[in-house]
């Protein structure tokens, strides 16, 4: 089974910070991976798709990159609001998987 | 606007079934996959399976083969999951969720608000 691997767990910042976050696929996945952002209570919002186009209506703060086994997620000046867990997503043949999750928490 | 909108929150007994369901509006329903995707408590998502509503077809997360069935009533344009023989570890929160793009199943675009599964004796 392919798997997701995110790192890190947790990581801790402040406000105005560049955080990235790694997601690594146990198989080349081209270029479908996703990155979303979920908050306590709700479901999770779609940030990037196919690896690094942004989703209509999210900051240009976050983006994405990689491609095949390692792709990464960014924020390049943190903002009260990103304070949530981000999780990858691959498709690969009609199988969908999530990473673990990263919790992005307040420093 | 799109919107899926969840039934409501379920107590269960282990060994029992549970029914959740999903309606759609906003789109075509029967041009975009439906998806389910579930939370355990304090855990990550874990994708269940999905549904093609044009032509009924379904795919299933190896682990919920022959436990899960999901089904697309188009004239309701609803989506329902049923899982039978509820354990404790099937506690968890339930999401329907679909894709932006007609025909194409890569990526969830539009959530549900969840539903909750309590699987308790």
């Known amino acids: 089974d392919l798997q997701m691997t995110q790192s890190p767990s947790t990581v801790s910042a402040s406000v105005g910070d560049r955080v990235t976050i790694t997601c690594r696929a146990s198989q080349n996945i081209g270029s479908w991976l996703a990155w979303y952002q979920q908050k306590p209570g709700k479901a999770p919002d779609l940030l990037i798709s196919k690896a690094s186009s942004l989703e209509s209506g999210v900051p240009s703060r976050f983006s994405g990159s990689g491609s095949g086994t390692e792709f990464t997620l960014t924020i390049s000046s943190l903002q009260p609001d990103d304070f949530a867990t981000y999780y990858c997503q691959q498709y690969n043949s009609h199988a969908f998987t999530f990473g673990q999750g990263t919790n992005l928490e307040i420093k | 606007e799109v919107q899926l909108v969840q039934s409501g929150t379920e107590v269960k007994k282990p060994g029992t079934t549970v029914k959740i369901s999903c309606r759609v509006s906003?789109?075509?329903?029967?041009?975009?996959?439906i998806h389910w995707v579930r939370q355990a408590p304090g855990k990550g998502l874990e994708w269940v399976g999905l549904v093609d509503p044009e032509d009924h077809e379904t795919i299933y997360a190896e682990k919920f083969q022959g436990r899960v069935t999901i089904i697309a009533d188009r004239s309701a344009d609803t989506a329902y999951m049923e899982v039978r023989s509820l354990t404790s570890e099937d506690t968890a929160v339930y999401y329907c969720?679909?894709?932006?793009?007609?025909?194409?199943?890569?990526?969830?675009?539009?959530w549900g608000q969840g539903s909750l599964v309590t699987v308790s004796s």
């Open positions: 969720a679909s894709p932006g793009t007609p025909h194409v199943t890569r990526y969830f675009h539009h």
């Open positions: 906003g789109h075509t329903f029967i041009d975009y996959y």
